[in-house]
C-alpha cells in the first residue's frame, strides 16, 4: 500500500492545518444543543420523536445556517414564505432533510449553490423556537406559538414529538423499532424544558445504538498492484483528541473511487474508545459533514495540540 497525502506526525499534521483556523468563518448560531440519554434516569412523560438523518439548520434574518456558521442558499421561492410572514427576531430551529436513506442526495443539494431543482425536494422540518423573547418557555408552550406562527405558511413540516413515552422501558424498544424502520434514532423532549442557547440541555436528549463522531480527512491509503484500480482502500484521519487513524467499513466502492478530499469533516460511528490505545474500536464511515467546515473543525480541537502561538479562540461545545 501507498499513502498520499499523510504528514509523519500528528503534531506536522495540525500545524500544517492550523494556519486555516484564522480564516474568516461566520460567527454560529446559538444552537440549543441535545445531550445523551443518562443511563438510569427517568424519561416517563417525555416527549419522544425521530431522530431526523438530515442537516440541521436555524432559519433567521433570511438566511439559513448551520450548526457550524455555514450558510445555505436555497433558491428564493423555498424561503420566500418565511421571508414574508416572520419578523427579524424570529429564529426557528429545524432540519433540511429529504426522508429516510436520502442524506447524501440532500447534503449534495445543499452543497452546491446552484442545484435550484433539487431543493424542489428538500423540506425544511422545524421542530422548535429558538428566538431570545421565547427561550424561557416550556416546550410545549413554544410550540403552540410555533404553530400559530406558521399557521399562514403553511409550506414547511412543523414536527412536534409524537407521544409521551409511559414508562422508560419503552425507549429500548421503541428506538430499535425506530432504527428497523430506517430511522437514525430517538429525541426525547422534556415538555416544560426551556430552550438553553449554545449549551447542552439537559431537556433535549437523543438515543442512538451507536456513538458517532467527527474526524477530519488528511490522507488516503491506496491500493498497490492488481487493487490499484479500486481506488482508496481506506481514510487517514484524524479526530478532535488528535488522534489518528484509518476508516475503511463502510466506504461503498464510489466513495472508493472519488474519496472525500483532504480537509473534508467526516462522520463516523463506533462501538467504544479503546483504553489501551484511545482510537475508536471499529470504525465505520456514516458520510461527509457538509455543515461543518475544516476551519470550524480546527477550532473545536483542543488548543494546546494547534501550532505554537495561535491566538484562536476555541469552541466548549461539540456536536
Not at 44 to 71: H, I, N, P
Not at 146 to 172: C, E, F, M, R, Y
Not at 237 to 254: A, M, W
Request: glycine share 10%; charged share 25%; proline share 6%.
Amino acid at each position: 500500500m501507498s499513502i498520499s497525502p499523510l504528514p509523519s506526525s500528528s503534531s506536522s499534521v495540525l500545524t500544517t492545518l492550523a494556519p486555516v483556523v484564522c480564516s474568516r468563518v461566520l460567527p454560529r448560531p446559538a444552537f440549543t444543543l441535545c445531550s445523551k440519554a443518562i443511563k438510569g434516569q427517568s424519561y416517563e412523560g417525555w416527549l419522544c420523536a425521530e431522530k431526523l438523518d438530515g442537516v440541521r439548520a436555524m432559519w433567521g434574518r433570511g438566511r439559513f445556517q448551520s450548526r457550524y456558521g455555514l450558510t445555505f442558499r436555497p433558491p428564493p421561492w423555498f424561503t420566500a414564505a418565511l421571508d414574508r410572514h416572520l419578523g427579524p427576531d424570529i429564529f426557528l430551529d429545524g432540519e433540511l432533510w429529504m426522508g429516510r436513506h436520502t442524506f447524501s442526495e440532500a447534503a449534495g443539494i445543499l452543497r452546491r449553490q446552484r442545484c435550484q431543482q433539487g431543493w424542489a425536494k428538500v423540506q425544511y422540518h422545524i421542530y422548535d423556537l429558538a428566538s431570545q423573547e421565547t427561550a424561557h418557555l416550556p416546550y410545549e408552550e413554544r410550540f403552540e406559538l410555533l404553530k400559530h406562527l406558521l399557521q399562514p405558511i403553511g409550506v414547511h413540516s412543523v414536527g412536534k414529538s409524537s407521544a409521551n413515552l409511559a414508562t422508560d422501558s419503552d425507549i429500548a424498544g421503541i428506538c430499535e423499532e425506530m432504527v428497523r424502520a430506517g430511522g437514525e434514532g430517538l429525541i426525547l423532549r422534556d415538555p416544560q424544558g426551556k430552550y438553553l442557547s449554545d449549551k447542552r440541555n439537559p431537556g433535549i436528549v437523543k438515543v442512538k445504538l451507536h456513538d458517532d463522531s467527527e474526524a477530519l480527512v488528511i490522507g488516503h491509503l491506496t491500493y498497490q498492484g492488481r487493487g490499484s484500480d479500486r481506488g482508496i482502500s481506506s481514510l487517514v484521519v484524524v479526530d478532535r483528541d488528535r488522534t489518528i487513524f484509518k476508516l475503511g467499513s463502510g466506504l461503498t466502492d464510489e466513495i472508493r473511487r472519488d474519496p472525500p478530499p483532504v480537509g473534508t469533516v467526516i462522520q463516523y460511528k463506533y462501538s467504544e474508545i479503546s483504553a489501551l490505545t484511545g482510537r475508536p474500536r471499529f470504525p465505520v464511515y456514516l458520510r461527509e459533514r457538509v455543515d461543518m467546515s475544516k476551519e470550524r473543525f480546527l477550532e473545536e480541537m483542543r488548543r494546546p495540540d494547534l501550532s505554537e502561538g495561535s491566538t484562536c479562540g476555541e469552541d466548549e461545545e461539540r456536536g
